[in-house]
């Protein structure tokens, strides 16, 4: 299982392995029009693509993410409850589908369950990121309701680019592509081409207008604007568990690099490997403790790795490991049962340690277990995606 190290405040899970991603709605909500949600949908993928190397194409068939809008048990073992409940869920990369509970009543551009700031926190999940702790991100997990103009939070953007590097800018080669004057053939394709494609979209929301002035007709009944304002939990729930990768990965400050042995592997943005890092060893030792399990970070300088009994201490900035921090996982971390597999830590002092389906919860300020075994998919990862 994949190991996170986070010291940012963003959590940062698989990222796809291609750039250019296909879409699709395969099923439409009853609260919207077909082309208000095909509006929204490519507005909250563009979110994405304007800040980070991704590009998103709606396809009639064979897509990377599905969207779908549905109510109650849809097949996925998390049924919706209704509305007031949870708003969406999403599934990381490899699969990256989108769920909305149609039993909300989803708005475009007023107060209420925002059909595009819903979306787009979801794709974030679809695109690998899970959530952030800054309170004003867009991965944050709580709901802020409609807000004009929305455009990411730094931490939103630091974090797609760590997954996918910095966005491109052929953009700033096709104004240099006007030099055919000449070539108008050519001139025109670019109109053909994928600008006008996202036009559309651009140009819907006034489309989606008619089908927007419906809720305000429904607005004054439903009690959705009063009941944004006492906080509702309505989760945005994350399904579906990292990948299985047995290699440990740090992620923090735009910062990746997988353990592998004694040596650190270190990558660019782009994922491609840039150098290779021998962990050094105490004198007198040949090799690390036991085989590395599982690791988190608590500093730069402090990154706990576990073994399948042994738990050791890494200094990132000198690639050092000391004897002194050699220790039994069972002294370190009373009550924790062997077998950890991956690791991370959730805030300042609190730390979850996953072993198969299940994890544990472990707090470093009072050096206690706080509880476990819990479920991870159904109990963590939906619970942690609140939002209120």
Known sequence: MAIFITILLMFIGPKWTKKNLSWRVTNFSDRLSDSTVKSEIARALKAWSDVADLSFTEVSSGEDIEIKFVTGSHNDGNPFDGEG???????????????????????????????FIVAAHEFGHSLGLDHSQNDDALM????????????????????????????????ATDPPATDPPATDPPATDPPATDPPA???????????DPPATDHPATDPPATDPPATDPPIPT???????????????????GYEATIKSKKLYEFDSEGTRTRVLKIKKEKGRKRLPEKTRAAFAVSENKVYMLGDSMVWQLDLSSLTISSESIKLISEEFPGLPSGTEAAMLYDTQTVYFFQSSMYYSFDLQTNTLNGGPYDAAAEFIKNDCEVQ
């Not at 630091?158 to 590097?165: F, P, S």
């Open 235 to 253: 989760p945005a729930v994350t399904v579906t568990p990292p990948p299985v990768d047995n290699r440990p990965e740090l992620c923090f400050n």
């Open 198 to 208: 996202t036009d559309p979209p651009a140009t819907d929301p006034p489309a989606t």
């Open 140 to 171: 944050a997990p709580n709901y802020p309701g409609y807000i004009p103009n929305y455009q990411l939070h730094p931490d939103d953007i630091a974090g797609i680019r760590v997954q996918y590097g910095e966005q491109q800018t052929p953009p």
């Open 85 to 115: 409940g949870v708003l969406a869920h999403a599934f990381y990369p490899q699969t990256g589908d989108a769920h909305f509970d149609d039993a909300e009543l989803w708005v475009v551009n007023k107060t209420g369950i925002d059909l």
